[in-house]
């Protein structure tokens, strides 16, 4: 698909990137960020810019379905896509295809009468540039997707193909309806310009009826020719699929009325009025007169179109190509066709491949293409076979068009949803996005991480929940970094979050948002410095209880469970001073010695470290001999007391 | 009980707040002016839209040509920096916004002109600690007042003559705090991020108001903590709350009782993001997911239905006059015992993207949702 002329150049604007060079960096999706090399010295015909403001670039593309209207058309398709999916396997599939392929349509349709409606009330001629290129796109798309359902797929029966063509025609094409309509407002509609043409026109979309409506204004409508010409068009036989003909019947009967219309040509039943002569003509299917009027029927698909109505009613799919020929030539050839007319042709020609190639690249957006082809592989059309990038031409589309919605600002989560029907990279994609998705408030980290839920993106919810941890963390805001954490389930993270609580305890000697640690739950096991906090807090709080035994018995755990870091064992130690002076005797004998056991350890370590560091802070010793000494007594004076309460109840115990 | 109508507007934003304009006067219920606030946007917006009628689409072609009878077309609309949080009317035609760039915007509504237009701001009421922006979560009026919430875990009481906050609780929660709303005159309720709610008696603003109370999600001891993302009361029985939560399901708080929620309902596969009661009846409540669902729950078929004048009720009046209207008992505090009568209606099957905020006026629902669509669901059945 990388066609040469496909490229695109934009100039950076301002003299900084012509006096340094172009650096450029990615950003999310379909977006680049170009800016000036800063490491370049300023080369030397060039002037030096010093001076003048540093801009960083944006470059945004693909952003036609980033306008209003065409996201009204990207919110109701994914919709439309999302159950197409889920209805592939139906044993239905053929209506269900046809009913999606229809839904398409009917909000591309919407979508046109949308921008009409803006292009009546717009005020700036801007804007009405701006829309008239949108409706023109869209009018096409709309043309080339029904073109596309009537020969892919809707299957129909011989004979019933032309009727559906004949009715697109009359859906896009409404020349000749104008041309009747302004014919026959005026006073003598006969001799106005457009009322041949009209009748013509009418006569080449098989619109009988309404031919003979504008025939019927004409003043020798009762003269023999008229007659002649209304008998003719009356008797042409009407191909209807539940009439109970059979196509070789329909088309015996064709070929007895076309048989007839050319005798009467041939008799010169017409000679003295031309205008008629030209009606039986066309009725006969003659060549030269559809192409003498190659001007009133526009484009080559609507000359084929009428062509093959009066020559082949009963065509198949398969055999449209071989009419193709002579329309084409009637416009002057291959080389003057319109970029939609060929993409049409290739449809003709059954070049899917083609159709898509050529959508991709006259329409500035992946919308049209990714949803025919997906439509069109479903319906089998499309051979699945792997393309050279790995997968095939629909995810191919799919995954670009997935690319272009991600890019913007707000219709990312419609992208996911397209990447998850992408299977073969769809993963892949979305794990490479959802991490660099900015995320500015809680609630789209909330939609962000339902996201990675859903499709269980462990390593992805992980490193979301710790960006999100970090930045509570920098707004110091210990308690929802902690939540962030817990949700993270990442041990490391849990651990250093608790650890900037302790740090919190050591510096004030207090603990802060409570309500969290208060709660933590089962969810404290997730890290044993966690563990610890969590029943750190817990003895405060039984401690603020006065529930002094528990709070006692739970110190005594914290202490010999050694799960306290090191440099909180004297800490511990120290709150376990104030239980040891209470009036009433809370620690046993046993626990006493626990804790002297404790201490003593605590002693040797310290030591230790202070031989290893010989240069030890004297005052520091002097402030923990101190306490050391403090401590010792306290555990003295409990054991002795103690020794003597369990000594004189004994018979209590 | 599937005689209601649905029309989808598609908007071209992702709308994460919607809500009725209040009826003009009180004997009426009927009102057909919302307004809506959108997210995630390079450029977000405040709509005011109103739903057309049959007579004037019929009346006035050129205006309203295309409309189909109850559609919402837009009467103005107004570009905001920063996404929109929560908006709700002061008054009739004052509407507050908050944003998340952590301010509070006064727009009036000018119904004359139909235009919008900003008549005040508090920027920065929530800013972090490292001054990066913080979103204002919620906003709450009440009398001449308003409370803000964020996700700094602050909470602010603002005075609409003042510039200034009257008051600001800084440490009001370690976690954010997802929404609130005002339960009394002084007394306000928050949810936050770890699934507590809280009570504020606001009329300690001198000193350092605390928390009067807290209460507690009812799973706390397994440690799963789950968000709460949205409160709401009920409108004539102001002890009752209904909160929404992150694992989609519904509580009810019976703000007489301690800690715990009276009623856990698991309702939604993912966060709920909105529930409200139906103001007229409030035995009809509507809550709407990130799943993509809208619901109806009908309890007034449960037989707690209240009987007013009841045995029980006028028993009850010996002890005190106030007691009268707070023993008639709502359905919604006995729900859990008889589950099986609650009626619950999806109002929207088949939609799967997010559903951000719903409201509820006369029999039609509003919804906004994160496919740019503005949903309303007519002629529901309630009563």
Same mark, same amino acid.
């Given at each position: 698909?990388?066609?040469?002329?496909?490229?695109?150049?934009?100039?950076?604007?301002?003299?900084?990137?012509?006096?340094?060079?172009?650096?450029?960096?990615?950003?999310?999706? =379909?977006?680049?960020?170009?800016?000036?090399?800063?490491?370049?010295?300023?080369?030397?015909?060039?002037?030096?810019?010093?001076?003048?403001?540093?801009?960083? +670039?944006?470059?945004?593309?693909?952003?036609?379905?980033?306008?209003?209207?065409?996201?009204?058309?990207?919110?109701?398709?994914?919709?439309?896509?999302?159950?197409?999916?889920?209805?592939?396997?139906?044993?239905?599939?053929?209506?269900?295809?046809?009913?999606?392929?229809?839904?398409?349509?009917?909000?591309? @349709?919407?979508?046109? %009468?949308?921008?009409?409606?803006?292009?009546?009330?717009?005020?700036?001629?801007?804007?009405?540039?701006?829309?008239?290129?949108?409706?023109?796109?869209?009018?096409?798309?709309?043309?080339?997707?029904?073109?596309?359902?009537?020969?892919?797929?809707?299957?129909?029966?011989?004979?019933?193909?032309?009727?559906?063509?004949?009715?697109? %025609?009359?859906?896009?094409?409404?020349?000749?309806?104008? !041309?009747?309509?302004?014919?026959?407002?005026?006073?003598?509609?006969?001799?106005?310009?457009?009322?041949?043409?009209?009748?013509?026109?009418?006569?080449?979309?098989?619109?009988?009826?309404?031919?003979?409506?504008?025939?019927?204004?004409?003043?020798?409508?009762?003269?023999? +020719?008229?007659?002649? &010409?209304?008998?003719?068009?009356?008797?042409?036989?009407?191909?209807?699929?539940?009439?109970?003909?059979?196509?070789?019947?329909?088309?015996?009967?064709?070929?007895?009325?076309?048989?007839?219309?050319?005798?009467?040509?041939?008799?010169?039943?017409?000679?003295?009025?031309?205008?008629?002569?030209?009606?039986?003509?066309?009725?006969?299917?003659?060549?030269?007169?559809?192409?003498?009027?190659?001007?009133?029927?526009?484009?080559?698909?609507?000359? %084929?179109?009428?062509?093959?109505?009066?020559?082949?009613?009963? &065509?198949?799919?398969?055999?449209?190509?071989?009419?193709?020929?002579?329309?084409?030539?009637?416009?002057?050839?291959?080389?003057?066709?319109?970029?939609?007319?060929?993409?049409?042709?290739?449809?003709?020609?059954?070049?899917?491949?083609?159709?898509?190639?050529?959508?991709?690249?006259?329409?500035?957006?992946?919308?049209?293409?990714?949803?025919?082809?997906?439509?069109?592989?479903?319906?089998? @059309?499309?051979?699945?076979?792997?393309? +050279?990038?790995?997968?095939?031409?629909?995810?191919? !589309?799919?995954?670009?068009?997935?690319?272009?919605?991600?890019?913007?600002?707000?219709?990312?989560?419609?992208?996911?949803?397209?990447?998850?029907?992408?299977?073969?990279?769809?993963?892949?994609?979305?794990?490479?996005?959802?991490?660099?998705?900015?995320?500015?408030?809680?609630? @789209?980290?909330?939609?962000?991480?339902?996201?990675?839920?859903?499709?269980?993106?462990?390593?992805?919810?992980?490193?979301?929940?710790?960006?999100?941890?970090?930045?509570?963390?920098?707004?110091?805001?210990?308690?929802?970094?902690?939540?962030?954490?817990?949700?993270?389930?990442?041990?490391?993270?849990?651990?250093?979050?608790?650890?900037?609580?302790?740090?919190?305890?050591?510096?004030?000697?207090?603990?802060?948002?409570?309500?969290?640690?208060?709660?933590?739950?089962?969810?404290?096991?997730?890290?044993?410095?966690?563990?610890?906090?969590?029943?750190?807090?817990?003895?405060?709080?039984?401690?603020?209880?006065?529930?002094?035994?528990?709070?006692?018995?739970?110190?005594?755990?914290?202490?010999?469970?050694?799960?306290?870091?090191?440099?909180?064992? %004297?800490?511990?130690?120290?709150?376990?001073?104030?239980? !040891?002076?209470?009036?009433?005797?809370?620690?046993?004998?046993?626990?006493?010695?626990?804790?002297?056991?404790?201490?003593?350890?605590? =002693?040797?370590?310290?030591?230790?470290?202070?031989?290893?560091?010989?240069?030890?802070?004297?005052?520091?010793?002097?402030?923990?001999?101190?306490?050391?000494?403090?401590?010792?007594?306290?555990?003295?004076?409990?054991?002795?007391?103690? &020794?003597?309460?369990?000594?004189?109840?004994?018979?209590?115990? | 009980?599937?005689?209601?109508?649905?029309?989808?507007?598609?908007?071209?934003?992702?709308?994460?707040?919607?809500?009725?304009?209040?009826?003009?006067?009180?004997?009426?219920?009927?009102? /057909?002016?919302?307004?809506?606030?959108?997210?995630?946007?390079?450029?977000?917006?405040?709509?005011?839209?109103?739903?057309?009628?049959?007579?004037?689409? #019929?009346? /006035?072609?050129?205006?309203?040509?295309?409309?189909?009878?109850?559609?919402?077309?837009?009467?103005?609309?107004?570009?905001?920096?920063?996404?929109?949080?929560?908006?709700?009317?002061?008054?009739?035609?004052?509407?507050?916004?908050?944003?998340?760039?952590? $301010?509070?915007?006064?727009?009036?509504?000018?119904?004359?002109?139909?235009?919008?237009?900003?008549?005040?701001?508090?920027?920065?009421?929530?800013?972090?600690?490292?001054?990066?922006?913080?979103?204002?979560?919620?906003?709450?009026?009440? $009398?001449?007042?308003?409370?803000?919430?964020?996700?700094?875990?602050?909470?602010?009481?603002?005075?609409?003559?003042?510039?200034?906050?009257?008051?600001?609780?800084?440490?009001?929660?370690?976690?954010?705090?997802?929404?609130?709303?005002?339960?009394?005159?002084?007394?306000?309720?928050?949810?936050?991020?770890?699934?507590?709610?809280?009570?504020?008696?606001?009329?300690?603003?001198?000193?350092?108001?605390?928390?009067?109370?807290?209460?507690?999600?009812?799973?706390?001891?397994?440690?799963?903590?789950?968000?709460?993302?949205?409160?709401?009361?009920?409108?004539?029985? #102001?002890?009752?709350? #209904?909160?929404?939560?992150?694992?989609?399901?519904?509580?009810?708080?019976?703000?007489?009782?301690?800690?715990?929620?009276?009623?856990?309902?698991?309702?939604?596969?993912?966060?709920?993001?909105?529930?409200?009661?139906?103001?007229?009846?409030?035995?009809?409540?509507?809550?709407?997911?990130?799943?993509?669902?809208?619901?109806?729950?009908?309890?007034?078929?449960?037989?707690?239905?209240?009987?007013?004048?009841?045995?029980?009720?006028?028993?009850?009046?010996?002890?005190?006059?106030?007691?009268?209207?707070?023993?008639?008992?709502?359905?919604?505090?006995?729900?859990?015992?008889?589950?099986?009568?609650?009626?619950?209606?999806?109002?929207?099957?088949?939609?799967?993207?997010?559903?951000?905020?719903?409201?509820?006026?006369?029999?039609?629902?509003?919804?906004?949702?994160?496919?740019?669509?503005?949903?309303?669901?007519?002629?529901?059945?309630?009563?």
């Amino acid at each position: 698909m990388a066609d040469l002329d496909s490229l695109q150049m934009i100039g950076v604007p301002g003299k900084s990137c012509l006096a340094y060079g172009c650096q450029m960096k990615w950003g999310l999706g =379909n977006q680049l960020f170009v800016f000036a090399d800063s490491s370049q010295k300023p080369s030397k015909d060039k002037p030096s810019s010093l001076g003048s403001p540093e801009f960083i +670039h944006e470059a945004n593309w693909d952003t036609d379905m980033h306008t209003p209207v065409a996201r009204k058309l990207v919110n109701e398709a994914h919709d439309i896509f999302i159950s197409l999916q889920n209805n592939v396997d139906t044993e239905d599939k053929q209506y269900q295809m046809l009913k999606h392929s229809a839904a398409y349509r009917s909000i591309i @349709k919407a979508c046109v %009468m949308d921008i009409q409606l803006a292009l009546k009330q717009c005020t700036s001629e801007d804007d009405r540039m701006a829309f008239e290129t949108q409706l023109q796109l869209f009018e096409a798309v709309e043309l080339i997707w029904s073109f596309c359902e009537i020969l892919y797929v809707s299957v129909l029966p011989a004979g019933a193909l032309i009727s559906q063509l004949q009715q697109w %025609m009359r859906l896009h094409f409404t020349e000749s309806d104008r !041309l009747a309509h302004e014919a026959l407002r005026g006073s003598n509609p006969q001799n106005a310009e457009g009322y041949w043409p009209a009748v013509y026109g009418l006569i080449f979309q098989g619109r009988i009826t309404e031919a003979l409506q504008v025939l019927s204004v004409h003043p020798e409508r009762d003269s023999e +020719h008229f007659k002649l &010409i209304e008998q003719l068009l009356r008797r042409m036989p009407v191909y209807a699929a539940n009439s109970g003909l059979s196509i070789g019947e329909f088309e015996n009967k064709w070929r007895y009325w076309q048989e007839e219309c050319v005798e009467r040509l041939r008799d010169g039943s017409f000679m003295a009025h031309p205008c008629l002569e030209v009606i039986c003509q066309i009725l006969c299917g003659e060549d030269e007169v559809f192409a003498a009027h190659s001007d009133l029927l526009g484009t080559w698909y609507c000359l %084929m179109v009428a062509r093959l109505f009066y020559q082949n009613p009963a &065509i198949k799919v398969f055999d449209l190509q071989y009419a193709t020929q002579f329309c084409v030539d009637a416009y002057g050839g291959l080389s003057n066709l319109q970029p939609w007319d060929s993409i049409l042709l290739a449809a003709v020609e059954f070049d899917i491949h083609q159709v898509i190639r050529e959508c991709s690249s006259s329409f500035g957006n992946w919308w049209f293409a990714s949803h025919l082809t997906d439509l069109l592989q479903h319906c089998g @059309k499309l051979e699945s076979h792997t393309l +050279h990038f790995g997968s095939t031409l629909r995810e191919f !589309l799919l995954l670009e068009f997935a690319t272009s919605l991600l890019s913007h600002h707000s219709l990312w989560q419609i992208g996911i949803l397209y990447l998850d029907h992408c299977s073969e990279f769809g993963r892949f994609y979305i794990e490479e996005f959802v991490e660099r998705i900015p995320i500015e408030t809680e609630r @789209k980290a909330q939609k962000v991480l339902k996201i990675c839920e859903e499709r269980d993106l462990q390593p992805q919810i992980r490193s979301i929940c710790k960006s999100m941890g970090m930045r509570s963390l920098h707004n110091k805001h210990l308690g929802a970094a902690l939540s962030w954490s817990l949700r993270s389930k990442d041990v490391n993270f849990v651990t250093f979050i608790a650890e900037k609580f302790l740090n919190e305890y050591s510096e004030s000697g207090g603990f802060i948002d409570l309500e969290v640690l208060d709660h933590l739950g089962s969810s404290m096991l997730l890290s044993s410095k966690l563990t610890f906090l969590g029943k750190y807090r817990e003895f405060h709080r039984l401690y603020e209880e006065r529930e002094f035994k528990a709070a006692a018995s739970l110190l005594l755990a914290l202490l010999t469970a050694k799960i306290a870091p090191p440099r909180f064992g %004297m800490t511990l130690l120290l709150d376990a001073l104030p239980l !040891l002076q209470s009036e009433s005797i809370i620690f046993t004998s046993e626990e006493t010695y626990e804790l002297m056991h404790c201490l003593e350890e605590i =002693n040797i370590s310290r030591r230790l470290k202070a031989k290893k560091a010989a240069k030890d802070d004297a005052m520091d010793e002097d402030v923990d001999k101190e306490k050391l000494d403090l401590m010792k007594l306290g555990l003295a004076r409990n054991l002795a007391r103690a &020794i003597v309460h369990e000594g004189t109840n004994f018979d209590m115990f | 009980m599937s005689g209601e109508k649905r029309i989808t507007k598609f908007v071209s934003k992702k709308i994460s707040k919607v809500k009725w304009r209040p009826p003009q006067n009180r004997a009426s219920s009927q009102t /057909d002016v919302f307004i809506s606030g959108s997210w995630d946007d390079e450029d977000n917006q405040v709509s005011v839209w109103s739903v057309a009628k049959e007579e004037e689409i #019929a009346a /006035d072609l050129d205006e309203f040509g295309g409309l189909l009878e109850g559609e919402p077309h837009r009467l103005c609309h107004l570009g905001l920096a920063g996404s929109v949080h929560d908006l709700c009317f002061f008054n009739y035609d004052l509407i507050l916004v908050s944003s998340s760039l952590g $301010g509070v915007t006064l727009l009036k509504h000018h119904s004359n002109s139909q235009t919008l237009s900003v008549v005040l701001e508090w920027k920065d009421l929530h800013r972090f600690h490292s001054q990066a922006e913080c979103a204002c979560t919620s906003v709450a009026p009440h $009398g001449d007042h308003f409370v803000t919430v964020g996700e700094d875990g602050r909470l602010c009481l603002v005075n609409m003559e003042h510039r200034t906050p009257t008051a600001v609780i800084d440490k009001a929660d370690s976690c954010s705090i997802n929404a609130a709303c005002m339960l009394k005159r002084d007394e306000c309720a928050t949810v936050n991020s770890s699934g507590q709610l809280k009570v504020w008696d606001l009329r300690q603003s001198q000193d350092v108001p605390r928390a009067s109370r807290l209460f507690l999600p009812s799973n706390s001891a397994s440690g799963e903590r789950c968000a709460l993302n949205c409160i709401t009361n009920h409108p004539t029985q #102001a002890h009752i709350v #209904a909160t929404g939560g992150q694992d989609g399901a519904l509580s009810i708080w019976d703000m007489r009782q301690e800690k715990f929620p009276v009623t856990v309902l698991s309702a939604h596969a993912s966060h709920l993001w909105e529930v409200v009661f139906h103001p007229n009846f409030p035995d009809h409540l509507f809550t709407c997911s990130e799943d993509g669902a809208a619901w109806h729950w009908d309890a007034s078929r449960t037989e707690a239905t209240p009987i007013f004048g009841s045995k029980d009720s006028v028993g009850e009046s010996f002890h005190g006059s106030s007691a009268k209207v707070t023993e008639s008992k709502s359905p919604w505090l006995t729900c859990q015992a008889a589950k099986n009568q609650l009626e619950i209606t999806d109002l929207l099957p088949g939609s799967r993207m997010p559903i951000n905020s719903i409201d509820i006026v006369d029999c039609t629902l509003l919804c906004g949702t994160d496919a740019e669509q503005i949903i309303c669901v007519q002629d529901l059945v309630v009563a």
